[in-house]
């Protein structure tokens, strides 16, 4: 285990078997989704004003948080025309989203910025509550205060609100990973898999609260407010370690949310939606693994579980040839889907430096493959979402008939024709 978070591997199910060591996850520039038809105009409302205009938008609350106005480099989505190629889009995610000393949250943004992507950022609200405000948190089924993951530095908190600013300013989505990130390996057991639809209501309320209210929080008075309202902008999550998502769907349905990105062991499909038919399921999915005959799950701890046992620091002899394997694993799952059924590729990730940093350099490496890549579109969940809502819904469902690694006989333009 990591001295960062807890992790743990999940029971296997009919889903998720053939995925080797499933585990689950902890806690720039103007980087540009391009969709087809896209433009550079947003969508979005204004939010609630409690001081006159200014030229960082207006304040809300306490002034941590304003309204900007739409978020800017976002794309137009378009429907797909009878017959068209679907785009391949690839979200690469991160969970916790906290400013990391070795900068790998600048390095991510610059890198989307070169590359012309979109990301989702999976913010941990204790991120933006400093360790000793820790008292203000009440977890559910534990003890004020208590989390599984540390409190940042005063310092790290700062910078946590700075970047993701210029995350939101640069395109990115800002989700949230919740707080205390409680897995089911506790010693106690008592982990968000036992939490009820009202205990994630709590930690959903509690983390809007600490990124909303960070200014009363910190005393910071040196930093810009976020450009953004949190409660608008929030419209899906990634539970702690996979866990927990059957209880979590009836509040993210109540909530408004249009997507939750909890389930391990996808499939690489098309996806669809859950509670009846409210939220769009977005799980990590099961990648050819080289030189294995099982599959991997698409996150960056999952691959390490399988190379190094779960240690964060293997033999470091061995790096060089685990950056290859996991730089291929994903490749391997791009290519499986740009060449057949084209159904969305999840990447998930942490700011980490796991066994010397491989993991950063082979998401980093796959960035730079695919982006240029003819139909590929680097996008946010927020951003995948808004573009199968515009399209009819039949053609979503004839999308789904595709199995894995499975192209349309005849090609695309009989497959989505007229009559398709």
Known sequence: MSSISRRTVLSATAATAALGAVTACSGGGSGRAS??????????????????????????????????GPQPNQPKPEKLKPGETPPQFVVFSWDGAGATDDGQFARFLKVAADHKAAMTFFLSGIYTLPKEKSGLYQPPKHPAGASDIPYLSAGAVKNTVKLISQAWSAGHEIGTHFNGHFCSTRADGNGVNKWTPEDWESEIEQAVSFVTKWRTNTGFTDVDPLPFDYRKELIGARTPCLEGQKALLPTAAKLGWKYDASSPGGLQIWPQKVQDGKIWDFPLQGLPFPGHNFQVLSMDYNILANQSGGSTKGDPARYADWRTQARDAYLAGFDRAYTTNRAPLFIGNHFEQWN??????AVEETIRTIAAKPDVRLVSFRQLVEWLEVQDQSTIRKLRTLGVGQAPAGGWAGFLGAAG
């Open 35 to 68: 969709l087809p038809g896209s433009d550079s105009k947003g969508s979005g409302g204004p939010g609630t004003a409690t001081a006159k205009e200014s030229p960082k938008g207006t304040p809300i609350g306490d002034g941590s948080t304003s309204d900007t």
């Open 356 to 361: 010397g940093g491989i993991y950063m350099d």
